[in-house]
Structure formats: C-alpha cells, structure tokens
C-alpha cells in the first residue's frame, strides 16, 4: 500500500507560481494512477489534474489547463504540480491522491482510496 505526503504549498500572490510535490513510499507510483484534487472551505473536493497509468495520458480540469502541469519523477517516486499564474480563486488545500485501478476521465474523489494529508496553498489579489 502506497503512502503519500505532499509538501510545497504556500502563499503567494497573484500571477506567482508553486510546485507541489507528493512523495510516495511503499509501493512503486508509476503502478497507480495518480492525481490532485483541492478543497476550499465551503466547496467540495474537485479533480485538478491526474495522471493515468494507461497511456500515460494527463487531465486536467478546465481552471487549471494552460497554468498547472502535472508530472511524474519515477525515480523519485513522486508526483508533481506547477501551477503557473495563481489566481485567488485557487485557494485551497491541495491534496494528491492514487488509485492502483486503471482511472480515465474526470477524477472523482470517491474512486481514490489513498490520500496524502494536504498542502495549504493560499494567492493573495
């Protein structure tokens, strides 16, 4: 069974940039599909990006295409974030996630069943 810590959030203004990173321990990550997901206050959690294991195709949710770019380091077995040009309405708490069953479309939260504790990433305007 995977373990996963991410790490990397902070605060940051408007049109900066972070890279989250998530470190895996336990089991290979390139075996799981993988993803990051966010959470507001008062909002519920939502897929930003996640990498599929088949094909090693990428998704991305619309508010983050053309900003975040999610990627892989197998030799560090860990995942990552950049997000470029940070908006306030990306607040949030940041979590990574795995699931070792094949995944495809739009991550859903429910379908995870490993998660990392969060990173806090927070844009001021």
């Known amino acids: 069974q995977v373990q996963l810590v991410e790490s990397g959030g902070g605060s940051v203004q408007a049109g900066g940039s972070l890279r989250l990173s998530c470190a895996a321990s336990?089991?290979?990550?390139?075996?799981?599909?993988t993803a990051w997901f966010r959470q507001a206050p008062g909002k519920e959690r939502e897929g930003v990006a996640a990498?599929?294991?088949?094909?090693?195709?990428?998704y991305y949710a619309d508010s983050a295409k053309g900003r975040f770019t999610i990627s892989q380091d197998d030799a560090k077995n860990t995942l990552y974030l950049q997000m470029n040009s940070l908006k306030p309405e990306d607040t949030a708490m940041y979590y990574c996630?795995?699931?070792?069953?094949?995944?495809?479309?739009?991550?859903?939260?429910?379908?995870?069943?490993?998660w990392g504790q969060g990173t806090q990433v927070t844009v001021s305007s």
């Open positions: 996630a795995a699931r070792l069953t094949p995944c495809g479309g739009r991550p859903k939260p429910q379908f995870f069943p490993t």
């Open positions: 336990g089991a290979t990550i390139s075996s799981y599909c």
């Open positions: 990498i599929y294991t088949v094909g090693g195709s990428t």
